[in-house]
């Protein structure tokens, strides 16, 4: 599963916890598509959980903006557009320039270690990609997630860590729904910014990054992939014109 890396494990494996996380990740990874509705028996029957802790899962996601509660007609998982998408890679943006700064003045060997580590795992998968050979999104996905992680995790900040993560999760669900892989522009980006954190070029960093999540909101726009995820939008009727 993708989703998990970004938050603290729960400290006890009740059925409810285990029941949000599962729902997470397939609305993370994209296994329950935008839009989708999520009714409570054919969830109980997928999921193995009564309904009361699937409905207390459901709201969770909703406050997370994962899912939309609709009220007395239940759950439905949130839809996605390119305008919502560009404010989650704002978003993301912000945080996570802020947290390059304060990592990269305060890393030290070890993370140093971690850093080159988590992009060696990312850059085998690349060069996979780029040679056109199959690879699990999700594995490859998370290895993406790991690596930008391990860039800004010595940033004293938990609450910062914290916020990056479940924004960066909201951020990854339209990366996995949309199946975006940039080809070698990516790849580069990815080792100008390891480049950078061994350097501690925390404002290169920061262009580098900045150019990275442009582009690829760019790709999903001009790629139309949210496309098939977005509802239509049907004509209003005309009115009759008055005598």
């Known amino acids: 599963m993708i989703a998990g890396p970004t938050r603290a494990p729960a400290a006890v494996d009740t059925p409810g916890e285990v029941a949000y996380r599962r729902l997470r990740a397939d609305v993370i990874a994209g296994r329950l598509a935008p839009g ?11 999921y193995g959980a009564g309904v009361s802790t699937l409905r207390e899962a459901l709201t969770r996601l909703a406050s997370e903006e994962l899912v939309v509660a609709e009220g007395q007609r239940g759950f439905r998982v949130a839809p996605v557009s390119a305008e919502d998408f560009a404010e989650i890679a704002d978003l993301r943006l912000l945080l996570e ?23 060696h795992k990312l850059a085998v998968l690349e060069r996979r990609l780029l040679a056109g050979q199959a690879a699990d999104p999700v594995v490859w996905k998370r290895y993406d997630l790991e690596f930008h992680q391990a860039l800004i995790e010595a940033c004293g900040s938990a609450v910062l860590l914290e916020t990056y993560g479940a924004a960066y999760d909201r951020y990854l669900r339209y990366q996995m729904v949309a199946v975006v892989f940039r080809g070698a522009v990516a ?57």
Do not use: N, Y
Not at 36 to 46: C, D, T, V, Y
Not at 100 to 115: N, Y
């Open 36 to 46: 989708r509705k999520l009714g409570l028996e054919e969830l109980r029957l997928a």
């Open 97 to 119: 320039r802020h947290a390059i700064r304060d990592s990269f003045a305060a890393g030290d060997l070890d993370w140093e270690g971690r850093v080159v580590g988590a992009h």
């Open 187 to 243: 790849a580069e980006q990815h080792a100008a910014l390891l480049d950078c954190a061994l350097r501690r070029d925390a404002d290169r960093a920061c262009r580098v990054l900045e150019a990275h999540v442009a582009s690829c909101v760019e790709h999903v726009a001009r790629t139309g992939a949210l496309l098939p995820f977005t509802p239509r939008r049907t004509a209003e009727p005309r009115r009759a014109m008055a005598r």
